[in-house]
């Protein structure tokens, strides 16, 4: 692993996270985060920005953080730090820049994201057990209190389980049962939303039956939730979307506390405001101008074979004639029109092989 080709004579910056956790599992990792023991900002400053092919991106004082980009790739460069949670759930406040790699990694949400690898050696340091809990195959906080500064963790330890196979400890397991029963909602919702995304992206039945059986969805809503009865993940499969992660979440039923886009939010609208469906030409009219992922919830939480059939089938069918076709046979533009298209429709759905001309004699037939 070699991002940055640099001579770093105090061998004080470190690979760290998710980028040293990945190789050792012998896995891709597409981020790269580091992290120089000190000041990392005046360190790249100092050393790093005159460099052939290399570009300071970005800065962030007060986290004392800096991304740059070397020979075409992104990497973050952190200050160790030390950091509390003022207001729990919420962002922390940086207490100490340039703390020691132990202070660095106690800040951080589980053992095996805490691993570092010098930059210039190539050693791993492992201040908190993390290969223990990597050979283990075992998820770990650091401290009691790791939940209460940041309940994303509890998604984000899911996503972990699902994507490696990994499980709780026992410990973390109690703390996270704890916290679930006693959660505190003034916390950051954007952070919620972009773990949710990040796991239920990865399009996974049993991510989501954990979700719902561990009661991790209490971080969303205080209402009960149960598991619908259709597999997720084989529908996304057969009829894939975009929003993969709104298809699962959408399952929660409120998603008042999430900060959802317009187009987000109208998926959720649109599925709501559709009832019953009783026939091909209502459950055609009810889902030709809404997104898939609306058809997919009402397919999961209201009738699957009325999703399934205009999915598959009625989906296809099309009428042919337009406005300038009516006009042609002398009509004048009317709300009439709409009727006369519903009409149309309502005789191809019950006989997809009619061509334009057959439209055309039945709007000569009820003219």
Not at 21 to 31: N, P, V
Not at 85 to 95: A, D, I, R
Not at 166 to 177: R, S
Request: proline share 2%; glycine share 6%.
């Amino acid at each position: 692993m070699e991002i940055i080709n640099i001579k770093d004579t105090s061998n004080k910056l470190y690979y760290v996270g998710g980028v040293v956790r990945d190789e050792l599992l012998g896995i891709e990792s597409f981020d790269i985060d580091m992290t120089y023991e000190g000041n990392a900002i005046e360190f790249v400053q100092n050393n790093l920005q005159n460099l052939q092919n290399f570009e300071i991106l970005q800065i962030n004082e007060p986290f004392g953080t800096v991304r740059v980009k070397t020979d075409g790739r992104e990497v973050d460069i952190a200050s160790t730090r030390e950091e509390v949670y003022e207001k729990k759930g919420h962002l922390p406040s940086v207490t100490k820049i340039g703390c020691s790699l132990k202070e660095d990694a106690m800040r951080r949400d589980f053992t095996i994201n805490a691993l570092y690898k010098s930059a210039v050696s190539g050693e791993i340091i492992d201040l908190t057990g993390g290969l223990d809990d990597l050979k283990n195959k075992t998820i770990r906080v650091l401290h009691d209190g790791s939940f209460i500064d940041d309940p994303t963790r509890i998604i984000r330890g899911l996503k972990f389980s699902i994507r490696f196979g990994f499980d709780l400890d026992e410990h973390t397991k109690k703390l996270q049962e704890n916290y679930l029963k006693n959660i505190n909602y003034d916390m950051c919702c954007k952070r919620v939303k972009k773990e949710l995304i990040e796991t239920f992206n990865l399009n996974s039945q049993s991510a989501f039956e954990k979700f719902i059986r561990q009661k991790i969805y209490k971080l969303v809503t205080e209402k009960d939730v149960s598991l619908p009865q259709e597999n997720i993940e084989e529908l996304i499969k057969k009829y894939p979307v975009e929003n993969v992660w709104l298809v699962y979440a959408g399952c929660i039923g409120d998603l008042s506390r999430l900060p959802l886009t317009k187009n987000e939010q109208k998926i959720l609208d649109d599925f709501n405001a559709t009832g019953e469906l009783k026939n091909d030409f209502e459950i055609y009219k009810a889902f030709e101008k809404v997104s898939r992922e609306t058809v997919l919830l009402y397919g999961i939480l209201k009738d699957k074979s009325a999703a399934e059939r205009y999915l598959e089938i009625l989906s296809r069918i099309k009428i042919e004639i337009s406005g300038e076709d009516l006009l042609k046979l002398g009509l004048k533009p009317s709300k009439k029109f709409s009727e006369i298209f519903d009409y149309v429709l309502l005789k191809k759905l019950e006989n997809p092989e009619l061509s334009k001309e057959d439209e055309i004699n039945i709007v000569r037939g009820i003219i």
